[in-house]
């Protein structure tokens, strides 16, 4: 009896080690589609439209997508990771050109999934202060993919304002 109550111990410690990281790999995961989907809708969109805003004092289509790169080093900032050297978040909407937008973007969603998956589960119910909001890491974890999923919709709208249809909504090619 002893040996089938330690043996079963055993798997259910081991079971919480396997499942230590579910909730980052299941953030990233949504995440990497989200922000998927943000980076070919910005391939779909030409010079012209990438600069296009919807009104005066309005982002501009490749600045939303540079606010949300932006965002994305900002929150992991406010998760004790700083943005690499070199990087200025205050900056970044600046950037033009469609493949600097897209390289900015794809590094700062790069090191965002980077940074969520050093995140200590341990320390997910620990308080942060994200300066907008006070929350648990858990809850900052996901007004990343929170973000980018109210920004994709923005670029839907853009892009449909624009002529173009979201690559993934269109029929497949037979």
Known sequence: MKTITTLLLLCSCMLGF???DLSQKSITGMLEMVQGQIVMLTE?????????RPAERIRSTGETVL?????NYYLAMKLGYP??????IMKMESITGKEAILEAFNTSAAFVKEKI????PATLGDEVDLGFAKMNRLSALLVVLEHSGEHKGQLIAYARSNGVAPPWSQPAAE
């Open 44 to 52: 779909a969109f030409n010079e012209e439209q990438l600069a296009w």
């Open 83 to 88: 943005p690499p050297e070199g990087v200025d």
């Open 18 to 20: 396997a499942q230590a």
């Open 67 to 71: 606010h949300v790169a932006a965002a």
């Open 117 to 120: 998956m050093e995140v200590d």
